[in-house]
Nanobody, 127 residues
Framework: VQLQASGGGLVQAGGSLRLSCAAS????????MGWFRQAPGKEREFVAA????????YYANSLKGRFTISRDNAKNTMYLQMNSLKPEDTAVYYC?????????????????????WGQGTLVTVSS
């Protein structure tokens, strides 16, 4: 599956953005999708994940309450609503998809667990 992330941009601290990740090529039938981010000079880190065929959303502890992940299976699209943005949220945000029929929770947090990646969308939060 091909993934296309969009929705990034420049926003002031305290503002909001909604990222989208559209899957194309075929109807996504894997077990989960996720968002990761990578700030300059830092490793890619887990942001949030969502199970695709069953309920379940997961967040990095530091982002709970500000970020919300959701999906629209009919549109083959995943979203990330980001509120109360802070300058430290500045990063390239990547969406990723995990194929296969099932995923245990611990696998959702690892970059290595995902099979397909979008190109990334830049989020810049000014102070």
């Amino acid at each position: 599956v091909q993934l296309q992330a969009s929705g990034g941009g420049l926003v002031q601290a305290g503002g909001s953005l909604r990222l989208s990740c559209a899957a194309s090529g075929r109807t996504f039938s894997g077990s989960a999708m996720g968002w990761f981010r990578q700030a300059p000079g830092k490793e890619r880190e887990f942001v949030a994940a969502i199970r695709w065929g069953s309920p379940g959303t997961y967040y990095a502890n530091s982002l709970k309450g500000r970020f919300t992940i959701s999906r629209d299976n009919a549109k083959n699209t995943m979203y990330l609503q980001m509120n109360s943005l802070k300058p430290e949220d500045t990063a390239v945000y990547y969406c990723a998809a995990r194929e296969g029929p099932r995923t245990i929770m611990s696998e959702l947090f690892s970059v290595r667990s995902y099979d397909s990646w979008g190109q990334g969308t830049l989020v810049t939060v000014s102070s």
